[in-house]
């Protein structure tokens, strides 16, 4: 394991500062040791608080060696900006098929980290074991109180497993259409809503009955 803040002086002073080469030499110094023992049983990480740095540093260590890397942003911060951080560090690199374990660093509650990271994979179709919920932003066209709804809904389905894209749309006008690719979605109307399937209306609903109707198609599916 590497961290920027802790590399080797002489690393510091040839590179300039932490930046990826140095980060990947220091890396590669201990691996060259564990090599010359004779052990290849070896996962690097390379972890730095900035991100930009650490996806320099995991992609060019991917290009050098072909042991296991273990992602991470250190230091990221408090809830929302460690995500938000993140999110950009680890999900660039996995996204570019780069990364074989994964450790969340937010300052908080521990348990935070977990539920961050599974979002992630989420986003990026590596874990599939939640519902993924697709909203649209208010608009002028938003006939529906859309985030209420949104959060609501995002609740109530919360601990369901299925492997399916349940949509939140706030108008009929673009919703369904935009939300074509989602296997069940709703839309928001003048005092009705809509019920639609891969982009295809199936019927009208009132907006008193919006969030159970779709609960109750969702459980059928």
Same mark, same amino acid.
């Given at each position: 394991g590497v961290n920027g803040g802790s590399l080797e002086k002489d690393l510091l002073n040839q590179y300039g500062g932490p930046v990826a080469e140095a980060m990947v030499e220091s890396a590669m110094r201990h691996v060259r040791i564990l090599e010359d023992l004779d052990f290849q049983d070896i996962v690097i990480s390379l972890k730095n608080s900035d991100v930009i740095r650490s996806i320099e540093a995991y992609r060019l260590m991917s290009k050098t060696v072909d042991y296991p890397l273990h992602l991470g942003i250190t230091e990221a911060g408090g809830i929302k900006r460690g995500t938000i951080k993140s999110a950009i560090g680890v999900g660039s690199l996995l996204a570019d098929g780069i990364g074989d374990t994964i450790r969340i660093s937010l300052t908080g509650d521990p348990t935070e980290e977990i539920p961050v990271a599974k979002d992630i994979l989420r986003s990026l *179709? $590596?874990?599939? *074991?939640? %519902?993924?919920?697709?909203?649209?932003?208010?608009?002028?066209?938003?006939?529906?109180? $859309? %985030? *209420?709804?949104?959060? !609501?809904? !995002? *609740?109530? %389905?919360?601990?369901l497993e299925k492997d399916i894209t349940v949509a939140i749309m706030g108008c009929a006008v673009n919703g369904p259409g935009e939300a074509r690719e989602a296997d069940i979605g709703i839309a928001g109307g003048d005092k009705v809503g809509l019920l639609f399937k891969k982009g295809e209306i199936v019927k009208k609903i009132s907006q008193e009955t919006i969030v159970d109707t779709l609960l !109750? !198609? %969702?459980?059928?599916?």
């Open positions: *179709d $590596l874990l599939n *074991d939640k %519902i993924k919920i697709v909203s649209c932003p208010t608009c002028g066209r938003c006939n529906i109180n $859309l %985030i *209420d709804l949104a959060n !609501e809904v !995002e *609740d109530k %389905i919360s601990s !109750e !198609e %969702i459980n059928n599916m």
